[in-house]
């Protein structure tokens, strides 16, 4: 899934940021209601994740303006306002559920599933192929020439995202944009670090390389011939 979270404790968002994404999930953060209505309208999400209590617009507004926008994308609104009253008026907003604080990551990911399959999103092919190289997103593993290939949470973000791509170059910013979510380029060298592991674990082994470095431009994965 796609998912937003629009939270304004930096703590709060970066648990849920790292809980989601360890469960093979991608996920935008927004610190508060103007940034989060801003990204949740001009992007696609499977599910919003909505603080209630936001600064510069609150969360019921946000999801009200989207609804009123023609967005459909189903909300879950969280709040430490828990009362039957506070319920009812968050779901009258255009929430579709509502969790109070605190809870359990396992309660809120439950939720979330829910809220994707009940949203009638079609089925779709969760498996990418590039020459003997297989990602299956639905179980979060990968094999080359059926061999089981072992990566860390980002590793497979990066590699889905250049399967997602394969045979097109794809230059730092689009990964630091889509796979780090940076939108500009802090001179570090952690994409070339993330390449250099992916690149050694997916060719460990094999004699045709299949992730390739065009210099001066980006990476391609490209199938072996």
Do not use: C
């Amino acid at each position: 899934m796609k998912i937003l979270i629009i939270e304004d404790d930096r703590e709060a968002g970066s648990y849920l940021e790292k809980a989601f994404e360890e469960s093979g999930h991608t996920v935008h953060l927004a610190a508060d209601g103007e940034a989060g209505f801003a990204l949740a309208d001009s992007n696609e999400y499977d599910v919003l994740i909505v603080d209630r209590m936001l600064p510069r617009r609150d969360g019921l507004s946000v999801i009200a303006a989207l609804r009123a926008r023609g967005n459909t994308t189903p909300a879950l609104i969280l709040s430490a306002l828990g009362e039957v009253d506070d319920r009812v008026t968050g779901l009258r907003a255009g929430g579709d559920d509502y969790l109070t604080k605190p809870y359990a990551f396992s309660e809120l990911l439950a939720r979330v599933e829910v809220l994707n399959r009940r949203s009638g999103a079609k089925e779709v092919d969760t498996t990418y192929r590039v020459g003997d190289l297989e990602l299956d997103r639905l179980s979060h593993s990968v094999k080359r020439g059926g061999k089981d290939v072992l990566l860390q949470p980002r590793e497979f973000r990066l590699l889905e995202y250049l399967m997602r791509h394969a045979g097109q170059v794809v230059t730092r910013t689009m990964l630091l944009e889509n796979v780090w979510d940076y939108h500009f380029d802090p001179q570090t060298n952690v994409i070339d670090v993330h390449i250099s592991r992916l690149r050694s674990k997916i060719e460990k082994g094999f004699e045709q390389p299949i992730l390739h470095t065009v210099r001066g431009a980006g990476y391609v994965l490209r199938a072996a011939t």
